[in-house]
């Protein structure tokens, strides 16, 4: 089984503030997605990443995959509130039907 | 509306009463799974299937079982649960699971506890 990591697993900002969390891994994945889940709901897709170095914005939010397709990053500006969640991070392997793999998420707290 | 349908939403039984978590997507999606959330531990995928009659073993498939007999329908059955199966229980489904794109819609989840 390929192994997500992400880092820190738990973050508490105050609104307004700037963050960066980070997701890795040993192994090499053909893409990868970031998620987020609110309490009581299932989680949501917020991006796909495919090519090495790829950058991608959503508002306020910039999702970077690393060149070696092994990690990932999300930066938040501004922080607010409402980005408070489970951030999970995905790995779409090549293995033959598993093809999404988790990581533990990191949850963030933005205080107002 | 395009979604994933989980039931029940929160179940409370007992040691070794069997019982089956409902799941269903209106979204003709080849690829289907469930996951169990634990803290600290995120998603763990328990079994999935590819395509109708098509199942398969996950991370950590001990002690369930799920059939495909049609598309939108994937049920997750435990047959004699236990204490250890308290969690979070996520259906989700995806086009393909062959399109590396492919997006998981997830259910709402369902809250287990065995006691």
């Known amino acids: 089984t390929q192994l997500l990591e992400q880092s820190p697993q738990f973050l508490s900002i105050q609104e307004g503030e700037n963050l960066t969390v980070y997701c890795n891994s040993s192994?090499?994945?053909?893409?990868l997605q970031w998620y987020r889940q609110e309490p009581g709901e299932g989680p949501v897709l917020l991006v796909t990443?495919?090519?090495?170095?790829e950058v991608k914005k959503l508002k306020r939010l910039t999702f970077q995959f690393g060149d070696a397709r092994k990690d990932s990053s999300l930066h938040i500006t501004a922080a607010q509130p409402g980005d408070t969640g489970l951030y999970l991070c995905a790995g779409v392997g090549n293995n033959y039907g598993q093809n999404f793999v988790f990581g533990p998420g990191t949850r963030l707290s933005v205080l107002p | 509306e395009a979604q994933v349908t989980q039931n029940p939403r929160y179940l409370i039984t007992v040691t070794g009463k069997k019982l089956t978590v409902t799941c269903s997507q209106n979204?003709?999606?080849?690829?289907m799974s469930w996951y169990r959330q634990d803290p600290g531990l995120g998603l763990r995928q328990i079994y999935y299937s590819m395509n109708v009659e098509v199942t398969d073993k996950g991370d950590v498939p001990e002690g369930y079982k799920v059939s495909r007999k049609e598309k939108r329908n994937f049920p997750l059955i435990l047959e004699s649960p236990s204490p250890n199966q308290t969690s979070l229980y996520f259906c989700a489904s995806s086009f393909s699971s062959t399109v590396l794109n492919t997006e998981a819609f997830f259910g709402q989840g369902t809250r287990l506890t065995v006691v």
């Open positions: 979204m003709n999606h080849e690829y």
């Open positions: 192994s090499v994945f053909s893409s």
């Open positions: 990443v495919v090519t090495g170095g």
